[in-house]
């Protein structure tokens, strides 16, 4: 039974927000061969495996999540917290690639 059989697809749809495209993690794409992605705040290491295998048509080795807080901010007076956000660092089998630069179609 593969890991995309275990969930509803309606759940794996909303699993992964977006890509994180910044410098870190270019350099971690580049060095690890790992793509970065927002994931819901309770979605777990598996239901990001078979989320990124249903969408992208390739194959996961493994998966690292971590939490980041979010920071602390002030506007005057006023004090606020900007949202604490769900990371998902994907690593991709050899020869597998996520293309994010080419046009959807």
């Known amino acids: 039974m593969s890991a995309i059989q275990k969930f509803s697809e309606e759940r794996l749809m909303k699993v992964l927000l977006a890509p994180v495209i910044s410098e870190k993690a270019t350099f971690v794409a580049e060095k690890n061969e790992q793509v970065v992605f927002l994931v819901m705040p309770d979605a777990t290491k598996l239901e990001v495996k078979a989320a990124v295998e249903?969408?992208?048509?390739?194959?996961?080795?493994?998966?690292?999540?971590?939490?980041?807080?979010?920071?602390?901010?002030?506007?005057?007076?006023?004090?606020?917290?900007?949202?604490?956000?769900?990371?998902?660092?994907?690593?991709?089998?050899?020869?597998?690639?996520?293309?994010?630069?080419?046009?959807a179609k």
Do not use: D
Request: hydrophobic share 30%; charged share 30%.
């Open 54 to 103: 249903l969408l992208f048509k390739v194959e996961v080795e493994s998966v690292q999540v971590a939490n980041r807080q979010g920071k602390q901010k002030r506007s005057g007076r006023f004090n606020g917290r900007r949202n604490h956000t769900r990371r998902a660092f994907v690593c991709l089998k050899p020869g597998q690639e996520i293309n994010f630069t080419e046009e």
